[in-house]
């Protein structure tokens, strides 16, 4: 019971940060689950609140089709990159684990500096696959969908409803692909499948109470909170090969 109630304060808490920031479930969810349980369970976890949060992020906004248009060969390289980095996931142990907090510190530390990038259109064709590839390299050994797909997104001058629905097309093929590649590796049983679905009610309450929060906090001041807390976290998790 103890820890039915710690794992839906989890997805809780990774809901409100979605809901003040907009995304970031994932990345909250993989970070706290990994320091009570091996990170393909928490992946498995974590596969139908993800899905479920994206698909809404997904389809909140006009500009789909453009989208998928622009960014098809960013999406068809994540899914088989996925499915393959899914094998160190399953097999490096707590390397795996101190590969999450890396993640989790690169990702941080980008956010925190927030350079400038942009990416010129005629170095999108190359561009897109490349980080579609390595994306599904990062998610499938680590469970997080953020890096370097999320700068890239950042760095296409797309409008904000554009980039929300360009995240939310990410996520959930990248969910969906680490779903494969845990079955393919025979770690999604059917236990973990009925864990997931029961955390997707708190992490939508954990999104519902980030948007009230988000009208009355500066979100400023919250993202840095959460970023600083996923650098510790990182680093947290990182170190632990060498304890």
């Known amino acids: 019971m ?10 809780i808490a990774a809901g409100v940060v979605k809901g003040v920031t907009g995304m970031g479930l994932p990345t909250v969810a993989m970070g706290l689950l990994s320091l009570m349980m091996p990170l393909p369970v928490a992946a498995a976890l974590l596969v139908l609140p993800s899905f479920i949060t994206n698909i809404w992020q997904l389809f909140s906004g006009p500009s789909l089709r453009q989208i998928v248009r622009r960014l098809w060969p960013m999406m068809i390289c994540i899914v088989p990159a996925t499915v393959a980095g899914s094998a160190l ?26 350079p400038a990038l942009t ?16 994306t599904g390299v990062v998610t499938g050994a680590t469970g997080v969908f953020v890096m370097p797909s999320v700068p890239y997104l950042q760095a296409l001058s797309m409008s904000k409803d554009e980039l929300v629905q360009a995240l939310g097309l990410s996520f959930t093929l990248s969910t969906v692909a680490l779903a494969g590649g845990l079955a393919a590796h025979n770690a999604f049983a059917v236990a973990q499948l009925n864990q997931s679905l029961l955390a997707i009610v708190p992490a939508l309450l954990g999104m519902w109470l980030g948007q009230k929060i988000r009208s009355r906090l500066s979100a400023t001041r919250f993202r840095m909170c959460f970023l600083l807390f996923l650098l510790g976290l990182g680093a947290e998790l990182a170190s632990r090969p060498f304890i």
């Open 2 to 11: 103890n820890e039915l109630i710690l794992l839906m304060g989890i997805f």
């Open 89 to 114: 996931l399953i097999g490096a142990g707590q390397w795996a684990t101190a590969g999450l907090g890396v993640a989790l510190i690169v990702y941080a530390s980008y956010a925190l500096l927030a």
């Open 119 to 134: 990416v010129p259109a005629r170095a999108e064709a190359w561009l897109s696959p490349l980080t579609g590839a390595i």
